[in-house]
């Protein structure tokens, strides 16, 4: 399989008292080889994005337990450390965390830069990977240190976050503007959070994205489901595209009548979707439960008037029956000819290199199959 968005996007799931969040953040980046080869003895997930910004990190054992050590260029240390006396009693992940940071040669310093420990300033974050990260990134920002490559959301980021839409997640944002997802606040039993969390660590991986999650949050060893059937929104993006590659307004109206099309067009079976819709969830039989159906009805209507609309704006298209002027061979040959014009030529800039046999690729190129769908069900 070729993954659609490799080494680009980071889902980080972990509970939250009886919720589950997956927070997602930029991997835009090449993975970062540790020059000394030393093991990070399960520290990558800090380790990574300390390197990303530049710093030397090594991972080094303390009292009882791993501790992540970086440099950071003013000549103070970072230390970051799980609980060590005593030592953690949860061997699947900390229950909190502390950052130091440290510089003994000249000025003397001591900082405590987080402390999640049950009398810490930051005890209400616990073990939250995610948290930590975000409180060291903005002290590293204060101090100066270079800054991560594509911090801001990327298409990555928000491709991700679709996945996680559909797999049953719910947009959220935390204080401070992060944007997160987390699973519906009423689905509180373990069984069914598992069994969710999984399904989303499927249609994750199928997309190739990177994850970290506990394995207490997964079902271990459930199969993948198996399938390779685009979702309907790629389909319908495939509209767009040869709407796009149409050279006759006869091959834009066979698009556009997908859409606009009586009874089992897209739009038309949109309505028929939130009508249904209204009806199941009125019901439900509560007062706000009416409400929400009234309000799915008036957005079906509104959508079928639009859809009416359409029909029209496509049955006028359908007549003309002309090319389009700009998309016609002859135009196209122009195009090509006024490009190539303009063209530098070919030979400038180039420098005489010896003959030589042509190096063997080490990758050759293979273009990727129908990507997986993430759509529920599939």
């Not at 080094?60 to 450390?81: K, T």
């Not at 996680?164 to 959070?193: M, N």
């Amino acid at each position: 399989m070729y993954p659609r968005y490799p080494d680009n996007a980071l889902i980080t799931f972990e509970q939250d008292g009886s919720c589950i969040l997956a927070w997602t953040s930029p991997m835009s980046f090449a993975p970062v080889v540790n020059p000394s080869a030393q093991e990070d003895h399960g520290y990558d997930y800090l380790t990574t994005p300390l390197r990303q910004r530049g710093l030397e990190c090594t991972v080094e054992y303390g009292l009882s337990d791993y501790i992540v050590h970086a440099e950071l260029p003013d000549g103070s240390s970072l230390i970051i450390s799980p609980p060590q006396e005593p030592p953690s009693e949860h061997p699947e992940g900390p229950e909190s965390w502390t950052v130091t940071r440290h510089r003994d040669s000249g000025p003397a310093l001591y900082e405590v830069i987080y402390d999640s420990g049950p009398e810490g300033l930051h005890a209400w974050n616990g073990g939250s990977v995610p948290h930590l990260l975000a409180v060291v990134d903005a002290r590293l920002d204060r101090l100066g240190v270079a800054p991560r490559q594509e911090q801001e959301r990327s298409a990555e980021v928000q491709a991700a976050g679709t996945v996680l839409y559909r797999a049953g997640f719910v947009p959220a944002v935390a204080f401070g503007g992060t944007q997160y997802h987390r699973l519906p606040s009423a689905l509180t039993d373990p069984a069914e959070q598992q069994l969710a969390v999984t399904r989303a660590l499927h249609m994750l991986q199928a997309e190739g994205f990177h994850f970290v999650c506990d394995p207490s949050l997964a079902v271990a060893g459930l199969p993948r489901p198996q399938g390779h059937e685009m979702s309907l929104g790629d389909r319908l993006g495939r509209l767009a595209q040869s709407v796009q590659e149409a050279t006759h307004t006869s091959e834009a109206v066979a698009a556009l009548s997908e859409l606009t099309a009586p009874g089992d067009g897209v739009l038309q079976r949109v309505v028929e979707v939130l009508d249904t819709t209204a009806d199941w969830w009125e019901g439900m039989g509560g007062t706000a439960d009416h409400r929400y159906a009234d309000r799915l009805r008036l957005i079906a209507e509104d959508l079928d008037s639009y859809a009416s609309r359409l029909q029209s704006i496509r049955n006028d298209l359908v007549d003309r029956h002309i090319p389009h002027p700009e998309k016609t061979p002859a135009a196209q040959a122009v195009s090509a000819r006024v490009s190539a014009a303009l063209a530098p030529s070919p030979s400038a800039g180039r420098r005489t290199v010896r003959a030589g046999p042509l190096a063997e690729s080490s990758a050759p190129t293979v273009p990727p199959p129908a990507r997986p769908s993430s759509a529920p069900g599939r």
